[in-house]
């Protein structure tokens, strides 16, 4: 389905299944991002920036992000960013509640990500000064989010031709292509099929969605959660190895080379 950003964060909550990767995207891939939506304002139109790929298995409000949260956590800190630097208390109150953390439905955070990441994130968006991490993903997080706010603060400058509120409003209008499916193994399916804009998959991402696959081509997804779960704690393990790599200063482990 066609959608725009406005109208895909409209009435969902969003969540990271536990069997996905941590945030891992570089200053690179944000900075494309950025550009893409300086462009849209530029030439006064609109920019298709990828693919969503949901579940929404119990058919509620909390939609499991299968593909796409490495742009939608960068999205959800770039609304952060511009919309702390509106004039108006009001029109903040208002983009806050429709980007960030719901106003009316008991402070409830737009996006969860995974274990101790989520905390952290929320403490990003909320006091805004943090600059200590625990883990690598926290790391990238952490950079990213200065790095918007870096980016977006020059909107301020005197010089500035495009205003805070020009870039929310093309933010709000870029255009993205959004699939939802009733369970994680039939939108993995889907997943297979669909080229993601940023950080390339690592073979074991690969190799999850071609096993997911055939659960579900040929086990009507008998096998779906329990490779979910394997793959899950694979991430989870190879994540704490990364950060002990980096720790200890083993460069055999911290190099950018090393995968799962």
């Known amino acids: 389905m066609d959608n725009n950003i406005e109208k895909f964060f409209t009435g969902k909550y969003f969540k990271i299944p536990y069997y996905q990767r941590d945030y891992a995207w570089e200053i690179t891939h944000v900075d494309d991002l950025i550009e893409d939506i300086f462009e849209a304002i530029e030439t006064n139109t609109s920019h298709y920036i990828g693919t969503f790929i949901l579940s929404n298995p119990n058919n509620e409000d909390v939609y499991n992000v299968v593909d796409g949260q490495q742009r939608l956590t960068t999205l959800i800190m770039l609304f952060n960013a511009v919309i702390n630097q ?31 990441n989520n905390h952290f ?6 006091v805004d000064e943090l600059k200590d991490h625990n883990t690598k993903s926290q790391q990238r997080l952490l950079k990213a989010f200065h790095h918007i706010k870096d980016r977006i603060r020059s909107l301020k400058d005197p010089g500035s031709k495009i205003q805070s509120k020009d870039f929310l409003s093309a933010m709000s209008k870029l255009d993205v292509m959004e699939f939802t499916e009733s369970d994680d193994g039939k939108a993995i399916r889907m997943f297979q099929t669909v080229n993601d804009r940023g950080k390339p998959l690592s073979n074991m991402e690969k190799a999850k969605s071609l096993l997911i696959y055939y659960s579900n081509r040929f086990l009507e997804g008998a096998l779906d959660s329990y490779i979910n779960s394997s793959f899950g704690e694979i991430f989870q393990l190879f994540s704490e190895i990364k950060d002990i790599g980096v720790e200890n200063n083993i460069n055999v482990i911290s190099n950018r080379r090393f995968d799962e």
């Open 86 to 116: 509106l004039d108006n208390p009001d029109e903040q109150v208002i983009n806050r509640d429709k980007y960030i953390q719901s106003v009316t439905d008991e402070g409830r955070w737009k996006l969860e990500l995974l274990n101790d």
């Open 121 to 126: 994130f929320q403490d990003l968006l909320s």
